[in-house]
Nanobody, 126 residues
Framework: VQLQASGGGLVQAGDSLRLSCAASGRTFNSYTMGWFRQVPGKEREFVAAIRWSGASTYYANSVKGRFTILRDNAKNTVSLQMNGLKPEDTAVYYC????????????????????WGQGTLVTVSS
């Protein structure tokens, strides 16, 4: 599967932004999808994940209550609605896909995802 992330940009603290990830492949609706972010010099960090049905979602504590992950299996897209952005949310955001269903203990691990998009930069100014 190929992933194409978009929607990044420069915003002010408190603003909202919506990231989108378009996926190719006929089996998209069977994949667990995730969003990760990375700043220079740091490891890639888990942000959010959603299971194939969309019924179960998972968030990093740092974004819980502010970010929402959604998927539309009919359109092969997954999105990340980000509200109340903070300067510490500044990072390159990556969407990722896991071919197999992930157990809870690994769903937040970047190594569990086989496919990655190219990343989109989000910059939040104070």
């Amino acid at each position: 599967v190929q992933l194409q992330a978009s929607g990044g940009g420069l915003v002010q603290a408190g603003d909202s932004l919506r990231l989108s990830c378009a996926a190719s492949g006929r089996t998209f609706n069977s994949y667990t999808m995730g969003w990760f972010r990375q700043v220079p010099g740091k490891e890639r960090e888990f942000v959010a994940a959603i299971r194939w049905s969309g019924a179960s979602t998972y968030y990093a504590n740092s974004v819980k209550g502010r970010f929402t992950i959604l998927r539309d299996n009919a359109k092969n897209t997954v999105s990340l609605q980000m509200n109340g952005l903070k300067p510490e949310d500044t990072a390159v955001y990556y969407c990722a896909a896991a071919q197999f269903s992930l157990i809870l203990s690994v769903i937040r691990s970047a190594t569990s995802y086989q496919y990655w998009g190219q990343g989109t930069l989000v910059t939040v100014s104070s």
